[in-house]
């Protein structure tokens, strides 16, 4: 085990930026009656659209990275309030469709610019969304994100056998 210097990790410096930031969304969207994780959905459906794709809960749930059963429960609040529609996929009962109604486009469209212009600002001391430190942060960002973190299970069958 190394000794590090003493201040925060970076785990924790990840973790606080990621609240900072989701509370920051989640009080600039409150005029538009959605939460950061709302708007998560519905820019993804948003972008999905736009290239002629109608998906499925599952299919939305890969994009985002939220748990399906929170996307469905998720959707089924956007449903309620006008903003996305579920329908049942035609190639598979089972599965339910999501789509932006125009209601929600447009609410979407609003919702975006909210969340630039608080991107802006939290990118400011960086140089602002287009500088060459913002490009390096989110390529270091998404190398990150990159990296499969999937807990080891003691005893697990796949690693029997196997040495360290």
Do not use: C
């Amino acid at each position: 085990m190394s000794k590090s210097a003493p201040g925060p990790t970076p785990g924790y410096l990840v973790w606080r930026l990621a609240n900072k930031w989701r509370v920051a969304v989640d009080r600039a969207l409150v005029p538009l009656g959605l939460t950061h994780a709302q708007y998560s959905l519905v820019t993804s459906l948003y972008g999905m659209r736009h290239t002629g794709e109608r998906p499925s809960q599952r299919r939305l749930a890969d994009r985002t990275g939220l748990e399906a059963l929170y996307v469905s429960k998720l959707a089924r609040a956007l449903e309620a309030s006008g903003l996305v529609e579920r329908t049942r996929d035609p190639r598979d009962p089972r599965a339910v469709q999501l789509a932006l109604t125009e209601q929600g486009q447009v609410v979407t469209e609003q919702a975006i610019d909210v969340v630039q212009q608080l991107l802006q600002r939290l990118l400011e001391p960086l140089g602002g969304l287009d500088s060459p430190r913002t490009r390096v942060f989110t390529d270091e960002l998404t190398t990150l994100l990159d990296v499969p973190l999937a807990p080891s299970v003691p005893n697990d069958e796949t690693t029997q056998g196997t040495t360290p």
